[in-house]
């Protein structure tokens, strides 16, 4: 995350319809946009096993040749490790009052604030432009620390 600006922060999993049709918007996005506006993407699991999450995130199905097919497709970002991304999912639903997944929140990385928990309606809105990124004055929660 080094030199990086934003991290958006997505809670997702294998069983969730509308996560695994929301996953490919959020990498066409990624790769459209995440050099040129300085953010990464970090995937927090909320699926039910370690080998639902890796068939998840590794599956062919969800490669990049998929992107802009309708279902699937993770990006290049980062991934929590399976027994830490159950710990910090049940952590962030508390923080931020998430009562349900897919879920992508808007971090900067310099402050450690929070900028929006709708980063997911801001990214499908704006998809092909990133148009507002990072969308500030959608603020609505509390910073990292």
């Known amino acids: 995350l080094q030199g990086k600006k934003y991290l958006l922060v997505y809670l997702s999993a ?3 319809p509308p996560c695994r049709f929301f ?3 959020l990498a066409a ?9 300085n953010f990464e993407i970090v995937f927090v ?3 039910r096993d370690e080998r639902s999450m890796q068939a998840y995130f590794h599956n062919q199905k ?3 040749l998929a992107v802009r097919g ?3 497709s993770h990006g290049d970002w980062l991934a929590v490790p399976y027994e830490q991304a159950k710990r910090l999912g049940v952590t962030l639903m508390q923080t931020y009052a ?7 929140l808007l971090f900067d990385l310099e402050t450690g604030e929070l900028v929006t928990r709708n ?6 809105r704006n998809l092909d432009t990133a148009e507002g990124f990072p969308w500030a004055g959608n603020t609505d929660g509390e910073g990292l620390r």
């Open 14 to 16: 294998s069983w969730c």
């Open 23 to 25: 996953t490919p918007k």
């Open 29 to 37: 996005f990624y790769e459209s946009f995440h050099n040129s506006h």
């Open 45 to 47: 699991s909320q699926d």
């Open 62 to 64: 969800y490669s990049k």
């Open 70 to 72: 309708g279902e699937g």
């Open 98 to 104: 998430i009562q349900g997944i897919p879920m992508l």
């Open 119 to 124: 980063a997911r309606d801001l990214v499908a």
